[in-house]
DNA sequence: CTTAAGAGTCATCTGTCGTACCTTCAGCTTACACATT
């Protein structure tokens, strides 16, 4: 069975002569069945190391992705591809649709789905009569930045994968620290797998840190900075509020097409916005982290922090949507002295402090078992004082414990009290995690020698030299960016290659 | 000796927070069939 020629598989199905960095050998490995994990660059080509897999074996592969926008992008990419048994079980099909395709599963070779999905029991017992011989785990980087506490359903990948009858698993991701890393592959119980890794330090992107006294301070820097040069460019925060204020404020200040973006708006808000910056419909979006994974525009040249986030891990994935042209592009970072405090809020709001983890469980016993009426998450951290992600965790923890949701009443004093002890010193570890990534982030700041090298250590051991001038600490300022863009791309064109474009649009091609 | 101004100290108050999935259902919109003028 291995005996085929894997670049004409890849011509085959694909169209293309070769495959890029780091490719073909995750394939030869994933098609000798074993776990693999491969930490690619962003804009190589992640998805083709499963999609090409999935034409190539038997039976079904599964792939669990984060969002439901990529999964129903990546399933209509591949349908206009001409790749027809590929669906994604989501929230957004009806339950006629939903029963349909639960129904006949079995002719789907590439399946997509969220990790909430695979706690559903009906897709599981469907999932369970499937000869599933690839599991693949997209953006593997959420099972340690979200799973924790966030989307606990991202620790319970191990099991599922148990269930349907454990084949071989591939993860993949742009940005994992060797402790993340070991973290994922802990999670998934596969301390053996093997890992691909490529360098992800960005040589066409030139780095600023610059110390600001206010709000005012950085508008004016924005603005200087923006009105340099008209260019496609990222201005990320830490809340909504001020993402919306800046936004507004930054409209007076410059002429050109700016607006925001965060979870808290419409879908179809989201989606015009988002759609609008990609066709260069918008010069600036000021946006939190819900904008980004799933983004490829290839033309974006600056990213500028207004906040800056909770640990290096996402700065690396925010800074990584720029440039993926190649051509040179920059990052901006400013931060006032008081910016710590709205990171230190956000760990908070998801740790529950250790010595309050006796009242919680204590709370929670009471409403469990005194209680007539089951109560959903929402009504259960109202009454128990606790935040959204608080509970998720706890509930977590509990029902790793089977204290809760299995059946019979536990009513062992003795049982919660360890458990007590147990999510105390779970939660200790965790807040000694957090506040390190959130320490590592603030040194990282006001680090006094190479801005670049700083960055990309824990990575990597060695850092490139970069195409481009390197960091504020190495002489670069945002006035000497390189900045050569031709006038707006795509928009004049002649008919000829218009139609080209248009003929093209469902064309394949492989993305992260 | 009294009083006003200014400086220093303490207590109180104000401000305020990101990331996604799922389920289920109320309420709304849209398309369409049918009856009436």
Redesign the pocket.
């Known amino acids: 069975m291995r005996n085929f020629n894997l670049k004409e598989k890849l011509y085959e199905h694909f169209g293309y002569l070769q495959f890029r960095q780091g490719q073909e050998e995750i394939i030869q490995q994933v098609l000798e069945g074993r776990d693999v994990l491969g930490i690619l660059p962003t804009g190589v080509g992640k998805s083709l190391c499963f999609q090409l897999p999935s034409k190539l074996l038997s039976g079904s592969t599964v792939v669990v ?7 129903i992008d990546q399933v209509k990419q591949m349908k206009s591809a001409g790749f027809k048994s590929v669906v994604s ?4 099909m009806d ?1 006629r649709e ?1 029963r349909v395709v639960l129904e006949h599963l079995d002719q789907y070779s590439l399946i997509y ?5 695979l ?2 029991e ?2 599981m017992y469907q999932l369970i009569k499937l000869h599933i011989d690839l599991f693949v785990i997209d953006e593997a980087h959420c099972i340690s ?2 799973g924790h ?3 606990t ?1 991202y620790l319970k990948l191990s099991r599922s994968i148990e269930q349907v009858g454990n084949p071989p698993v591939l993860a993949l991701s742009a940005t994992a620290t060797p402790e993340v890393q070991t973290d994922i592959k802990q999670q998934l119980v596969r301390p053996e797998m093997l890992s691909v890794v490529y360098p992800m330090d960005k040589v066409n992107m030139s780095f600023a840190v610059e110390e600001t006294s206010s709000h005012e301070e950085k508008l004016e820097r924005i603005t200087q900075v923006l009105s340099h040069k008209k260019a496609p460019t990222m201005i990320y ?7 919306e204020r800046v936004s507004e404020e930054l409209k007076t200040k410059v002429d050109q097409r700016i607006a925001f ?4 708006m419409e879908q179809m808000d989201r989606l015009l916005v988002q759609q609008q910056f990609m066709n260069d419909q918008l010069d600036v979006i000021c ?5 980004g ?1 799933g983004v490829d525009k290839s033309n974006i040249r600056r990213v500028i922090h207004y906040h800056f ?2 640990e290096l891990e ?1 700065f690396i994935q925010e800074i990584g949507r720029a440039g993926r042209d190649g051509k040179p592009c920059a990052s901006l970072m400013l931060y006032t002295p008081g910016d710590y ?2 990171p230190q ?6 740790l529950v402090k250790p010595e309050d983890v006796e009242g919680v469980l204590h709370s929670v016993y009471d409403i469990v078992y005194k209680q007539e009426t089951e109560l ?2 929402e009504e259960m951290s109202e009454e128990l004082k606790l ?3 608080q509970w ?1 965790f706890i509930k977590y923890q509990l029902e790793q414990e089977k204290l809760i949701n299995h059946g019979p009443v536990i009513r062992d004093k003795h049982k919660w009290g360890q458990t007590t002890e147990k999510i105390q010193w779970i939660l200790e570890n965790r807040w000694k995690y957090k506040s390190r990534k959130l320490q590592e982030m603030v040194s990282w700041l006001h680090h006094p020698d190479c801005k670049r090298k700083k960055l990309y250590t824990p990575f990597q051991p060695d850092t490139r030299t970069p195409e481009v001038a390197c960091c504020s600490n190495c002489g670069f300022r945002m006035e000497d960016m390189e900045l050569d863009i031709e006038p707006y791309s795509a928009t004049f064109t002649d008919w000829k290659s218009r139609l080209e474009k248009i003929f093209h649009q469902g064309a394949y091609h492989a993305t992260d």
């Open positions: 992705s984060p969002l439901i926008s990529l999964m079980l989501n929230s957004f339950h939903k789905l969220s990790p909430e999905m706690q559903n009906l897709v930045q979200w506490e966030f989307r359903d925060f830490s809340s909504r509020m001020w993402a973006y965060h979870g808290g946006c939190t982290s819900a904008f994974m986030p909770t996402s405090h709205l809020m956000f760990i908070q709001n998801e959903n998450d935040s959204e992600t998720n």
